[in-house]
Nanobody, 122 residues
Framework: VQLQASGGGLVQAGGSLRLSCAAS????????MGWFRQAPGKEREFVAG????????YYADSVKGRFTISRDNAKNTVYLQMNSLKPEDTAIYYC????????????????WGLGTQVTVSS
């Protein structure tokens, strides 16, 4: 089972990035999927979650209105569109699978990818 996150990089404040997370090794089309992030010296925090169909999503207050999570079950892939990026969004972003919808703790998800670095300059 593997979750491969990609799409991170360096962007100026106010810019946008789109993260992708490709899953392999099993079918995740029935799973709740999520994105978390971890900044240096801080604990991993929840960013966004999506139910199996993609029709229901939930977000951390800090990203609501700026980030959008979506999925393509045919491609076993989940996305995170990040707009209006701020320096405080700088972190390693991780995708996670097989979670509990509505949960925001990392222990609520069973599968994790290695993460992709997002750096937002001011």
């Amino acid at each position: 089972v593997q979750l491969q996150a990609s799409g991170g990089g360096l962007v100026q404040a106010g810019g946008s990035l789109r993260l992708s997370c490709a899953a392999s090794g099993r079918t995740f089309s029935r799973d709740v999927m999520g994105w978390f992030r971890q900044a240096p010296g801080k604990e991993r925090e929840f960013v966004a979650g999506i139910n199996w169909s993609g029709r229901s999503t939930y977000y951390a207050d800090s990203v609501k209105g700026r980030f959008t999570i979506s999925r393509d079950n045919a491609k076993n892939t989940v996305y995170l569109q990040m707009n209006s990026l701020k320096p405080e969004d700088t972190a390693i972003y991780y995708c996670a699978a097989d979670g509990t919808y509505g949960a925001t703790t990392s222990t609520s998800y069973d599968y994790w990818g290695l993460g992709t670095q997002v750096t937002v300059s001011s």
